[in-house]
């Protein structure tokens, strides 16, 4: 379908983008198709799944129904973001340990939302880490060592303060 | 198919209401809905495409005296984290601790959710039983013009509300509840989250002096709209809730459930599934709202 286009500007990993869009995209195939950034995954596409999950203005949202034009003015944060210079970002880094991937492909949702999870509470339990992560379905791991890093990340959290 | 050839993110309402006041404007939020709806074809965009959340005095929880106010870009979640609204209205953070994901619950608003009228959404039953109102304003004789429509008088059928086609939503407006009022939000499906409710049932009402008054039930799921359950109502006002009448009491509410719910049949349950979990519904309400 046909639709007309516009101009946004937004931050994108801390950097500012400035593209022209068609109205009806979604913010997943800007990323992904116009941007090259395909960290942020298609699985769904309706919102169930979780996988392209990414942050806009630090709430975590599915790319897959957010309105690429609604990106303008805003602070948009996807997996590639989350990298440090020093390196993965401690989440990241967690699942690696964990082994909390298996195909890989819900990964980069899953990970957006446990790190806005732990952000947004450092005593986050297990428990509220499962209700956290309803939004995040993977179909072959199971969630046990999902859960197991963010448990991890907690705990680190707590002994140093400032990981 | 519909050209889309005007896109608008206004920042002032006047200026939002005049691009719809041909009533050719295609309106969006968060998106939630309308994303999925015209991806699948079962709704098409018009030619105009209007995002509302940047206009402003439309966000946010407000309480003067008496009144609240939630404007209507406010998002789930800030329904579901708003201390203000846990204090006086705690039936309706209930019911956004229930509303799909976080990452859903991040970007809809509870404006959407009412106009995008399903009998199954999840703000309507506990704004049902708060008896709230939906302010709806226009652009008419070169000014912005508003009224005010009771919920249980704002749904039609599916997807289809009283609202014109010129006209936003702007504001969902209830009272301040009485003190001892106390309201239970309760929702079925397979699993907690993102679950389109099988049934849902709130129920609220004033528990003082041993006794249920300002009765007011509200089901999803169960019709072509949300709606007042108003023959529960009625069984259920003034009664006593000492124990040797409780019983019965519940049993009588329970009995006429039936005449409000008229539940299909359809992908996500039975009709005879929804109309016995609207009855474990209302006597589990029941008897928590009397343990409170």
């Known amino acids: 379908m046909k639709s007309v286009e516009t101009e946004i500007r937004f931050k994108l990993n801390g950097r500012e983008v400035c593209l022209k869009v068609p109205v009806t995209m979604k913010t997943l195939a800007m990323l992904r198709d116009k941007l090259g950034m395909t960290g942020t995954k298609y699985a769904c596409g309706e919102g169930e799944c979780g996988a392209c999950t990414v942050k806009i203005d630090g709430k975590t949202v599915n790319s897959c129904l957010m309105y690429a034009v609604d990106c303008d003015g805003r602070e948009v944060v996807t997996i590639e973001g989350l990298r440090t210079p020093e390196g993965l970002n401690p989440m990241q880094q967690a699942f690696v340990d964990h082994g909390a991937v298996q195909c890989g492909f819900c990964m980069p949702g899953m990970i957006m939302q446990a790190d806005s999870l732990v952000e947004n509470n450092p005593n986050l339990t297990r428990e509220e880490a499962q209700r956290g992560l309803e939004g995040n379905l993977c179909r072959c791991t199971g969630y046990t060592k999902v859960l197991d890093a963010v448990d991890a990340v907690v705990e680190a959290k707590k002994c140093c303060g400032r990981c | ?292």
């Open chain 2, 1 to 292: 198919m519909q050209e889309i050839t005007t896109y608008l993110a206004p920042r002032r309402l006047d200026e939002a209401l005049q691009a719809m006041a041909d009533g050719a404007a295609t309106v969006f939020c968060g998106g939630t809905d309308l994303a999925p709806q015209t991806e699948s074809g079962v709704r098409q965009y018009t030619a105009k495409l209007l995002n509302i959340r940047r206009i402003e005095g439309l966000a946010g929880i407000e309480v003067r005296g008496d009144k609240v106010r939630i404007g209507a870009v406010t998002t789930i979640s800030e329904i579901r984290c708003s201390p203000v609204l846990a204090e006086i209205a705690p039936v309706l953070v209930e019911a956004a601790e229930h509303f799909a994901s976080e990452q859903i619950r991040n970007a809809a608003s509870v404006g959407g959710n009412l106009c995008n009228a399903s009998p199954a959404g999840d703000m309507s039953p506990p704004l049902l039983v708060l008896d709230a109102s939906v302010e709806l304003a226009c652009w008419r004789d070169g000014a912005v013009q508003t009224r005010q429509v009771p919920l249980d008088q704002f749904f039609v059928s599916p997807g289809k509300t009283v609202k014109l086609p010129q006209e936003l939503l702007t504001a969902i407006l209830f009272d301040r509840p009485a003190a001892g009022f106390v309201g239970r939000f309760r929702k079925s499906g397979p699993r907690p989250a993102l679950e389109i409710s099988t049934v849902s049932v709130a129920l609220g009402a004033r528990v003082a002096d041993d006794r249920l008054s300002d009765v007011r039930v509200a089901m999803g799921s169960v019709a072509p709209t949300p709606l007042r359950a108003r023959h529960v109502e009625a069984a259920l006002e003034g009664k006593p809730l000492d124990a040797a009448t409780w019983a019965a009491t519940i049993a009588a509410a329970v009995a006429v459930t039936a005449e409000d719910a008229k539940p299909i049949d359809d992908v996500r349950a039975s009709a005879w599934y929804r109309g016995h979990l609207v009855r474990v519904f209302v006597e589990e309400v029941l008897n928590e709202v009397r343990g409170n």
